[in-house]
Nanobody, 124 residues
Framework: QVQLVESGGGLVQAGGSLRLSCAASGLTVSRSVMGWFRQAPGKEREFVGRITWSSSITSYSDSVKGRFTISRDNALNTVYLQMNSLKPEDTAVYYC?????????????????WGQGTQVTVSS
């Protein structure tokens, strides 16, 4: 059974930083595309970024590019989302997602497993 558990959310002032963690069990993060998504109040869930399993290539939405970084610790089977220069519009519930091993994932519907989410609130 696959479980993804996010942690690290909280309240931070604009311009600050947070690092989210996604600890995986039942799945090896180095063999799966891992993604981060977020959902703000009253809005649809949106893509934040992802890291591929094969070559660890990362990609990001335009809204977070240059501020957010995804990384992976294979020994801990954990994926991270480092968020810098946070803005009030980054306020959302952040979700970790995983694709079945050795498969590609381009869009939200490609992902097979989801965490429960962690709240990030950025005050102005």
């Amino acid at each position: 059974q696959v479980q993804l558990v996010e942690s690290g959310g909280g309240l931070v002032q604009a311009g600050g930083s947070l690092r989210l963690s996604c600890a995986a069990s039942g799945l090896t993060v180095s063999r799966s595309v891992m993604g981060w998504f977020r959902q703000a109040p009253g809005k649809e869930r949106e893509f934040v970024g992802r890291i591929t399993w094969s070559s660890s290539i990362t990609s990001y939405s335009d809204s977070v590019k240059g501020r957010f970084t995804i990384s992976r610790d294979n020994a801990l089977n954990t994926v991270y989302l480092q968020m810098n220069s946070l803005k009030p519009e980054d306020t959302a519930v952040y979700y970790c997602a995983a694709r079945r091993p050795f498969n590609s994932a381009q869009v939200e519907t490609d992902f097979d497993y989801w965490g429960q989410g962690t709240q990030v609130t950025v005050s102005s």
